[in-house]
């Protein structure tokens, strides 16, 4: 947390001394053209490259504010189409950490029985198309260092350059919001592109390419070492062994047609899955209501503003009368906290443990959000956060909720469950999910055999787990993935 802070920083420095010495107008574009020269990025329509690293999943850190984690890539393409403004990677990775720690597999896919819980069989084959036609894809081939010089090219009218300490600087603001610095090395090749981007959860968000050890493929220059990062972390570290300067795949690439997600779920129904206890997108990750007798508890606020606000509106038809006294936050990941800036908004207060607070009050619910405002931003308001140690019970006459810590849990460091004890519930989050189809893990998961045996020793009377990301299953199916 403290690095991203400093790289923040860091970067604000460099465009703030920028200011001093910079040149615009036909300077800035003279600057251009030597980097364009330099590059060969003038006759490239396309190019391909291929290689093999490392994979970092954001928004899925062991710790609050820490590292993503890492997976081996075997195999990596990145297809760029300069000509049709699109662009698209393909990614083979495998879960080789041992022990794994934090998230990023992704959901259960029942067609390829990948995903779901760490450490993950197999390989896991990601295909992502990118549209340039959009301004976020359009700032992602920025990003790119042939993309970053066409970039300032098409906006030179916004393009500044200056020198630093020998190191040469060249920025261009595009949509009116984005500014795209670019650094220069001492042969005017890209080694450094760096942009703030909206992300739903933490806001302006830096991100940045880092590109070294350039080889010339027939005129056209191409880094080998290739490092992405988001929020200062590393997302992806790349060892390049192939470049196609014009490559026809590149060309064929075309943006992404798949239809936006996140409709779907705030769509479905709710479903009382237990006495009081409700699914609010039952089959799917969400939120799970419980009902006091004057008073309702939300466990997770997953999404993002749309989300949260369907979430309240189903709560009101469910339990009119009753206000929400606390949402219940199992643990830091993007998906189970995304929508919880609009319940700060919302005056709700938020139950998490203790060592979520800082990285909640100093970034989640601070982080500037000028390039997309949610509601949090334009109407700011302080949080209501209530901290938890190893247990904290809610409870009247009608309803009891024990929440619990799970020490030393591989998954997320102070990750929750709760325990509904006149149910027989327990609801949790990334400790298990169900595989139904596929063939049993090659051991069992050591995030299940963590909840299980947790449960053991505090002799809770578990019959059924209702899953956050969906589904609720017979404990007896937890005990036999723990192999317990
Ligand atoms: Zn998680
Ligand atoms: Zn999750």
Not at 453 to 480: E, F, M, Q
Request: proline letters at 7%; a neutral charge.
């Amino acid at each position: 947390m403290k690095r991203t802070f400093v790289i923040a920083t860091a970067a604000a420095l460099l465009l703030s001394l920028h200011v001093a010495a910079q040149n615009a107008g036909p300077e800035a574009k003279t600057e251009i053209d030597i980097a364009v020269a330099a590059m060969g990025t003038a006759g490239l329509q396309s190019i391909q490259y291929s290689g093999t690293g490392s994979f970092y999943a954001t928004g899925q850190a062991y710790e609050p504010g820490g590292p993503w984690p890492r997976y081996s890539v075997k195999k990596y393409t990145m297809l760029v189409n300069y000509t049709g403004l699109a662009m698209r990677q393909e990614l083979v990775r495998i879960d080789d950490e041992k022990p794994p720690r934090g998230g990023g597999v992704g959901g259960y896919n029942p067609t390829t029985f990948q995903g779901g819980i760490r450490p993950a069989p197999g390989d896991m084959v990601e295909n992502q198309n990118t549209d340039g036609h959009t301004d976020v894809g359009a700032v992602r081939m920025w990003l790119t260092p042939h993309g970053f010089l066409k970039g300032a090219a098409a906006n030179a009218a916004t393009a500044k350059t200056s020198t630093v300490h020998g190191k040469k600087f060249v920025s261009f603001t595009a949509f009116g919001k984005y500014s795209v610095t670019g650094t220069l090395n001492s042969q005017n090749l890209v080694e450094h592109v760096e942009t703030l981007m909206d992300v739903a959860y933490t806001g302006d968000t830096l991100l940045e390419g880092i590109y070294s050890d350039y080889r010339d493929f027939g005129g056209v220059k191409c880094p080998m070492h290739i490092v992405m990062r988001e929020g200062g972390y590393p997302t992806l570290d790349l060892a390049v062994a192939e470049v196609q300067p014009n490559s026809q795949a590149a060309l064929d690439v075309r943006g992404s047609t798949s239809p936006a997600q996140g409709n779907v779920r705030a769509e479905r129904q709710p479903e009382e899955i237990a006495d009081g206890v409700w699914a609010l997108t039952p089959g799917v990750e969400g939120s799970i209501l419980v009902e006091f007798n004057d008073h309702v508890v939300i466990i997770e606020g997953p999404g993002n503003d749309a989300y949260t606000m369907a979430t309240l509106a189903k709560v009101k038809k469910i339990a009119p009368d009753k206000p929400i006294r606390y949402v219940v936050n199992t643990h830091h990941h993007a998906d189970h906290a995304g929508g919880l800036r609009a319940y700060v908004a919302e005056g709700i207060p938020i139950i998490t443990h203790e060592s979520h607070k800082k990285y909640y009050e100093e970034q989640i619910f601070k982080n500037p959000h000028s390039l997309n405002p949610d509601r949090l931003a334009r109407a700011p308001r302080a949080p209501i956060l209530e901290t938890m140690k190893d247990k904290r019970v809610l409870t009247d006459a009608s309803m009891t909720i024990e929440l619990y810590l799970l020490r030393d849990h591989l998954h997320a460091v102070g990750l929750l469950v709760a325990y509904l004890p006149k149910q027989k519930l327990l609801i949790q989050a990334d400790s298990y999910i169900p595989r139904p189809g596929a063939p049993p893990l090659p051991a069992p998961s050591p995030y299940t055999i963590n909840l299980v045996d947790k449960v053991t020793r505090l002799k809770l009377d578990v019959t059924r787990v209702a899953h956050i990301h969906g589904g609720i299953s017979p404990y007896s199916d937890l005990v036999a993935a723990a192999g317990r």
